[in-house]
């Protein structure tokens, strides 16, 4: 899989106070102006608007230089747009994956993430365990979502 970022400038996350009092961790609304990334060459979009975590990184792991949940912003936003939609975007109209491929974009935009700001190396190294992470743990998330019309 080639994941590539076109505009990764173009996301804003904004922490949001009462849903973070609500959930007991933190969250942030996603807003975006246009960010665009492809995959395998298809050019995809998120929704404009929407919520994420920044990845389900369970605390203690957190502790571990570069695990910490903050530091793949873009792709922990992407992999949350993409499961609360169960897809992506593109030309404007839905389109649907499994979770495999969303977990599988996961992982190659972190590779790709990490060519921002001289982190490919330590992208290298994250990127397998949490992709690990979420194909055992992201099931139950992945399928209390409703799939769109």
Known sequence: MKVELINPDSLQLIFDRDRTAKAGKAIYERFTNDFRFRVNGIEYELDRHGFTDLGSVPRIVQVIYGFEAWRWELSYG????????KGFFHKGKACDFSRAFMDEVLRYMILEEGKIDDRAIMARIVAPPIYAGVRIGGGWNWENRVRRV
């Open 78 to 85: 992407t992999h949350d747009c993409g499961y609360s939609h």
